[in-house]
Nanobody
Framework: QVQLVESGGGLVQTGGSLRLSCAVS????????MGWFRQAPGTERTVVAA????????YYTDSVKGRFTISRDNVKSMVYLQMDSLKPEDTAVYYC?????????????????WGQGTQVTVSA
């Protein structure tokens, strides 16, 4: 059974930082690309960042480039999202997702397993 468990969300002031973590079990982690998505109330879930199986290829949505960093540890079966210079518009529920493929994916439809989500709130 595949499980993804996110942690690290919370309340932070504008300009602050948070580090999200996602623990994966039930799969050979290094076989799969991973992604972080977010969803604010009344909006669709969209990709924030993605990373391929090795960690050598990454993708960021334009609004977070230069502020967020995705990384993975294939020994620990963990994926991380370091979020710096946070803005109120980053407020959302953040989801970790696993893709059957080893290559990057940018759409929710391309991911097969999801975590329960963690709330990130950035105050003005």
């Amino acid at each position: 059974q595949v499980q993804l468990v996110e942690s690290g969300g919370g309340l932070v002031q504008t300009g602050g930082s948070l580090r999200l973590s996602c623990a994966v079990s039930g799969r050979t982690f290094s076989d799969h690309a991973m992604g972080w998505f977010r969803q604010a109330p009344g909006t669709e879930r969209t990709v924030v960042a993605a990373i391929n199986w090795s960690g050598r290829s990454t993708y960021y949505t334009d609004s977070v480039k230069g502020r967020f960093t995705i990384s993975r540890d294939n020994v620990k079966s963990m994926v991380y999202l370091q979020m710096d210079s946070l803005k109120p518009e980053d407020t959302a529920v953040y989801y970790c997702a696993l893709r059957q493929s080893a290559g990057l994916g940018f759409l929710t439809q391309g991911y097969d397993y999801w975590g329960q989500g963690t709330q990130v709130t950035v105050s003005a």
